[in-house]
Every structure is written in C-alpha cells, then in structure tokens.
C-alpha cells in the first residue's frame, strides 16, 4: 500500500510499504481521509523524541471498514488504544490507561497511509448525511470537548454565564470555543496572531476574535482554554484570569515557563492539564458533529495525500490559514 513515512528532519515520503495486519478483535480500515495535526508537524520537524522516524504519522483519520466488525460502514477513528482494564479505564479515565497507546506513536503506525488496523471498539459509525471530511474532525474536537467538561466540573458558576478566553485559532482552540458555544456560553473571546485565521475564525457566531499581539483582549475571565501551550499564552492566560478562576490546558507547544505560579496561589486559580479524551468523549463529541451542534464546520482544506510534502512545507511558513488541512489518501 502507499503510505506517507516520515523519515528524518523535515523530511516525508509517499511510500510503498507493507499492508497492516489486524489482530484479534481489529477492523481492517480503508482510509479516506486524515488531518495533519500540530503533533504530526512537531514530529516532522524533528522536535517530538515519542515520534522517531521511519514512522507513518496521521491520527485524525475516518473511512470504511473493509474487513473485520462493521464491515462496508463509514467510520471514524479515536486512535487512543486502551486495555479496558486497568483502574482508569474501568472508571471512565482511559485516556490515563498506563499501557494506552495512540496510532503514529510506537509501536503502532500511524493513519497517513491506505490502509489501517484499529481496534473495531474505536470506531464510531458515520451517518449517511455526514461528510468523511467532517467525520474526521472528532478528533480534534474531542479535545477540546474533553477540556471543557472538565472545565464545567471544575467551575464555580454555570458554565453559560461564564466569560471564557480560548487561545488559539487552529482545531484545538477553536474546537473548543465551539464546544463553549453549543453548551450557551455568550461570551467567547479567541486569541489569534494570525489575521488569515483570524477572518476564518471570526465566520463564526458568538466567537470574538482578536490579535493577542495588538491587545484589546478581555480580562478577568473565568475560563481560559489554552489550546497553543507556549510559556506566552500560560503567562497571558494566568493574568487574565479572575480570582477563583479556571484554567484548562491543552496545548503542548513548549516547556517554558509562564503559568504565575504565586498569582495562582494567592488568588486560588485552578489549572488543569488536559491530555486527549475518553472513549465517552469521543464518542459525544462525533455525536455533536453529525446532529449539527457544533455548526457547519467548513474551515477544512482537504488535500491530495500525493501534495503532503509541499503542504507540511507551507504549514511550516505559515502559508496555509485554514484551522485544519485534511489528506485524501486516494489523491
């Protein structure tokens, strides 16, 4: 089968390599089509030591099973492998599961490729009125689905009333303000330096965007997602928080310093990172996606797999606006 491998710094390659084999209990997956995460582009950068190369990258992946449970279904892929039987995953925690596993990490290839063995309990069913496109999309999403219920636990108001600040303009972030939104929050505000991303993202209802660079963004909020996690957003996010407020993050951009650790003493913020999503939040958050509850979704630029090298190229400049590009592994 063809496959995209990345082979070394800034370095990625249309492949023939060898068709993957399901094991027990695996569905056999034509792949159709799958987002380039900011994970993937750290990896191809050379900067992710989890993701060493030769490796096939990819894990926003949906398609139809061709072997295996629910074959000739539409489905989408929560790439988070779990044992179903440790602590965490019998309380509704897999995302913490000791031995989880995500396909485009080791020692599981990842979903830039025609073909993928997935466990058939990750795959969720897509309804007919549903785009492959979009199906591929929960990924993301659930991220930042995750984030805000978590947020919603942690908050002392309803989470309607509460003035959120989300930072970023990619999936992530505004996966996650458009989660706010669907849940009735009215006041959502998105930081974005880029000001191409900045138009795409200010389509949406009730999403205000704004140059974090330039100021004018809102302050003593009750929420901050981070979606970004760069020692710059952790410093903004900690001083626009009121006191008591929460703070939700996301992103892995760096490790530098930036949260205001004695501001969150003094002041009793609560930060809270958060890593992926449960099979739970997978699942509801693909259900929101094919009820319409989180708008049209149309901000996706699907793209030939056969242009990847270019496209990682451009992402890198910083040439491609839209929050999210999607491979077609058949193009």
């Known amino acids: ?57 990819g894990h926003e992946a949906a398609g139809t099973v061709l072997q295996g449970p629910m074959a000739g279904q ?28 995500i396909i485009s990490m080791p020692p599981r290839e990842g979903a830039f490729a025609e073909l993928l063995a997935i466990p058939a309990r990750n795959l969720v069913p897509i309804p007919d009125h549903v785009s492959i496109n979009i199906s591929s999309l929960a ?76 100021g004018g963004g809102p302050d003593d909020v009750d929420l901050v997602v981070d979606g970004v996690g760069l020692g710059a957003t952790r410093a903004a996010g900690s001083a626009a928080l009121r006191p008591g407020g929460v703070f939700m993050h996301i992103g892995l951009g760096d490790a530098e310093p930036g949260l205001d650790i004695r501001r969150a003493t003094l002041q009793e913020l609560t930060f809270i990172g958060t890593y992926t999503y449960t099979a739970q939040d997978f699942r509801d958050t693909a259900d929101a996606i094919f009820e319409g509850r989180l708008g049209a979704l149309d901000w996706a630029e699907a793209v030939p797999m056969s242009k990847a090298s270019q496209v990682f190229q451009r992402i890198a400049a910083g040439e491609i606006a839209t929050p999210k590009v999607t491979l077609m592994p058949a193009g």
């Open 139 to 214: 990924e993301p999403l659930a991220c930042g689905w995750h984030a805000v219920r978590l947020a919603r636990q942690a908050l002392d108001q309803p989470i309607e009333t509460a003035r959120c600040l989300v930072f970023g303009g990619g999936a992530i972030g505004l996966g996650a303000a458009l989660v706010l939104r669907s849940l009735g929050v009215s006041e959502i505000w998105l930081a974005e330096p880029s000001a191409a991303r900045r138009a795409i993202v200010a389509m949406r209802d009730r999403v205000r965007c704004f140059d974090p660079r330039a």
């Open 74 to 101: 539409r489905v989408t892929v929560n790439p988070l492998v779990t044992c179903g039987i440790c602590r965490f995953c019998l309380s509704g925690r897999d995302n913490l599961c000791a031995t989880r596993q």
């Open 1 to 57: 089968m063809k496959a995209l491998v990345y082979t070394g710094d800034r370095q990625i390659e249309l492949r023939d390599v060898p068709e993957p084999r399901p094991g027990q209990g695996d569905a056999l997956l034509r792949v159709e089509a799958v987002g380039i995460c900011g994970s993937d582009m750290h990896a191809w950068a050379g900067h992710d030591e989890r993701r060493p190369p030769p490796l096939i990258l």
